[in-house]
């Protein structure tokens, strides 16, 4: 059993992991997907086979922290303090081996264009001008395409879990539903293409498709009916079913004061019948 902490930096806003092994281990062991947000700095505009980091939903983040598998980390805060703690030697290791691959990175490119020249020259039976593979020192290197590494796992685990930050404000309804139907063996993804908080799968979202599109209510709450048929027409549409889900409260016999309530999480499917 791993019963390591992972960091969950707290970023403008956004909750992300950055780190491949506690991605992996949220998705086996609690049923955590997560979005992959992150684009490649020669196609910003790409929005498909996106990386890291990953991003959580606020109920992801809250489920992982209350059951002792994460705390949240202010990321700019953090990696200040760490920064401003290197001595200048450390600082010029750093900006010497970001100076390094910068020009591995360049010689390369510069390679592979060779290779193409080369095989034109060969069609077209002409000489053209290969690039130098020799570096310039006089000439700055361009240092944007040079990966900065963001992974907290260098830094010391106590220190990081010390300055962790509180967990995030959610609403109720919706996480308890998301919090029943994961610790029931569902995977969760959000729902807002379908109008509803959560679409729930019965396994692993890469090997199963999504059974039904999920939304939270208190136990009280007034559902139109016209929300009522159209949520099952559109889960019926779309070869899911649509399932709601309340907090039940029930007064305990042995004990009547507000304190002692035996709660009960209900939940209930609608389909359509003879649609779709």
């Not at 002409?126 to 590494?149: A, G, Q, R």
């Not at 949520?231 to 409260?249: D, N």
């Amino acid at each position: 059993m791993n019963d390591t902490k992972f960091p969950i930096s707290y970023i403008h806003g956004k909750y992300l992991l950055f780190d491949i092994e506690a991605i992996k281990y949220f998705r086996e062991k609690y049923h955590i997907l997560g979005i992959l947000s992150g684009t490649l700095p020669q196609l910003p505009q790409q929005n498909i086979f996106l990386g890291l980091p990953l991003q959580l939903m606020k109920e992801e983040v809250y489920y992982l922290v209350k059951n002792g598998a994460a705390f949240i980390i202010n990321d700019g805060n953090v990696h200040e303090e760490h920064f401003n703690s290197l001595t200048d030697n450390d600082r010029k290791a750093i900006a010497d081996e970001r100076q390094k691959m910068a020009i591995e990175q360049m010689l390369t490119a510069r390679t592979k264009e060779n290779e193409k020249k080369i095989q034109i020259m060969k069609k077209i039976n002409k000489e053209i001008p290969l690039d130098t593979l020799e570096y310039d020192s006089t000439k700055p290197v361009n240092l944007t395409m040079v990966p900065v590494d963001t992974n907290t796992k260098g830094l010391k685990s106590d220190h990081l879990e010390a300055s962790s930050i509180g967990l995030p404000e959610i609403e109720r309804s919706r996480y308890l539903i998301f919090e029943s139907l994961v610790m029931n063996g569902f995977f969760l993804n959000p729902g807002l293409r379908f109008g509803c908080d959560f679409v729930a799968y019965p396994g692993d979202a890469l090997r199963f498709h999504s059974h039904f599109l999920v939304n939270g209510y208190n136990w009280n709450d007034e559902i139109p009916l016209l929300l009522l048929i159209g949520g099952g027409r559109l889960g019926t549409g779309v070869k899911k079913a649509w399932l709601i889900g309340g907090e039940q409260e029930q007064c305990n016999s042995a004990a009547s004061d507000d304190n002692n309530l035996d709660r009960k999480y209900r939940q209930y499917s609608i389909e359509w019948s003879g649609f779709g």
